[in-house]
């Protein structure tokens, strides 16, 4: 594909296409690099070019002598080059393909079990529970949006943060662990809608909920189904039973796969039962049961114990491994994680894939809680944080919650310019999570319940 003196261009420097674009040139490519979005300072432009010889443009350029166009999925498709190339027959790829393509030329992950993550919810608690799973065994690189970290025997060194999650970022993270020396078994890698095709094992966690992508002219599951359409030969899928439209491709295409089902209500290779208290798992010949750690709400990460332990079984891990790594596992920051703060309740469900229906699981479970004070008072903090994530909370999601379940709030703090426009005598607008964590400190007291879900990295 990939072919020297070709020339490409690329398209989107935001969401970690800057990598994409040096990488190329690196492989003697004529790359010219289109800042889509125009969110790129002009020295990090003139860099490209000085430094790589990249062609840059804050414009659309013809596609006359373009051999091959690499654009992110969520790219409207009536942007100007898109539609002429498509009306010329000019080849277009994704940027996961590309880095697939890229990371397959480099051969730098030869000899390592390469993992993909990608779905609608539980990537970034699949990725790390199975890679605390998995370094009981070997040494494991995991990249989520969390950070770049390394797990071995159980415990991870964090060596990198500030990575997205976007596909290009998967190169750069090859790069920190080339740099740093790092000598792994297995790397798994959090990937945003979709995967690259580099992988030994792919995991689809769920295509719901589901949301449109490139001005709603399509769908996210449609783009991460790439994982099943990229599946490189000798790879295995792990998908899950109630995402039929994966499962149908992935047989249509011949492809090996295997399902897992955290409900009764679908039957797959992989079955697990929650009871509240204990996991029980049964795949292949396989079954173990792990007691579940108690401070922190278990019944959010069904997915996570599901996968994680299905594909560590599949990996030959032993069953008192899995189940050993089920129950010492005390959830995410961020992942309804339950937390005393200043005398406070404080469930923090803030991170990279809160969206308005886990908000307001979040307030179900505060609000459920046995030790919960019926006079004690309920503040949610609750939006986003935009300048940190591709797709941001809907300001129509919120309205739509506030309208519903408001007389079970007592002080509500938004989180975002574009919350401003949802109005309402609780609420109080402020711009940051740490502000918002503290306005909500301020207006409560010993025992009060605090509910924290903003949308944001950390």
């Not at 249509?252 to 009871?275: E, P």
């Not at 114990?305 to 790594?325: R, S």
């Not at 009060?448 to 903003?454: K, R, Y």
Request: charged share 25%; hydrophobic share 40%.
């Amino acid at each position: 594909m990939f072919s020297p003196k070709s020339n490409v261009a690329v398209l989107d420097l935001t969401h970690a296409g800057m990598i994409i674009t040096r990488k190329l040139s690196e492989l003697g490519l004529n790359v010219t690099a289109i800042d889509v979005y125009d969110t790129v300072d002009d020295n990090t432009l003139h860099g490209l070019e000085s430094d790589y010889g990249i062609r840059v443009s804050k414009k659309a350029v013809p596609v006359d002598n373009l051999d091959l166009i690499i654009s992110p999925v969520h790219l409207d498709p009536s942007y100007e080059m898109l539609r002429s190339a498509m009306e010329e027959g000019t080849d277009i790829i994704s940027h996961h393909r590309a880095v697939g393509l890229i990371l397959s030329n480099e051969r730098s992950l030869d000899g390592v079990r390469v993992i993909e993550v990608t779905g609608s919810k539980a990537k970034t608690s699949t990725a790390s529970l199975l890679a605390e799973i998995l370094s009981r065994n070997m040494t494991v690189a995991l990249h989520t949006s969390r950070g770049l970290e390394i797990w071995k025997n159980g415990e991870a060194e964090r060596i990198y943060s500030g990575l997205s999650i976007a596909p290009g970022s998967v190169l750069h993270a090859v790069d920190i662990l080339k740099s740093e020396e790092v000598h792994m078994d297995c790397c798994i890698f959090e990937i945003s809608i979709g995967g690259t095709g580099n992988a030994d094992i792919g995991i689809i966690t769920t295509l719901e909920p589901d949301y449109g992508i490139a001005a709603s002219s399509s769908m996210a599951s449609d783009a991460k189904l790439s994982m099943v359409e990229y599946t490189k030969e000798n790879g295995v899928l792990f998908l899950n039973a109630q995402d039929a439209k994966a499962v149908e491709l992935a047989r249509k295409r011949g492809i090996k796969f295997l399902t897992f089902s955290d409900s009764d209500s679908f039957s797959a290779d992989s079955q697990m039962i929650f009871d509240g208290e204990k996991v029980t798992l049964s795949f292949d010949n396989s079954q173990l049961t792990a007691v579940v750690n108690s401070f922190y709400n278990a019944s959010s990460y069904t997915t996570a114990f599901t996968v994680a332990g299905t594909v560590a079984l599949y990996m030959g891990v032993a069953e008192d491994v899995v189940a050993d790594g089920i129950s010492g596992f005390a959830g995410l920051a961020g992942r309804m994680q339950e937390k005393k703060l200043e005398g406070r309740i404080l469930i923090d469900n803030s991170n990279s894939g809160m969206d308005i229906r886990s908000a307001e699981k979040s307030l179900d479970y505060g609000l459920a809680r046995p030790d919960k004070d019926a006079s004690g008072k309920v503040l949610m903090v609750l939006g986003e944080e935009a300048a940190q994530v591709c797709e941001g909370l809907p300001p129509g999601d919120v309205a739509d919650l506030v309208s519903r379940r408001i007389e079970d709030i007592d002080s509500l703090i938004l989180v975002g310019e574009r919350m401003r426009s949802v109005q309402h005598d609780k609420i109080t607008h402020l711009s940051h999570l740490e502000e918002g964590l503290e306005h909500a400190l301020d207006l409560s007291s010993k025992g009060d319940l605090i509910l924290s879900c903003v949308k944001c990295f950390r």
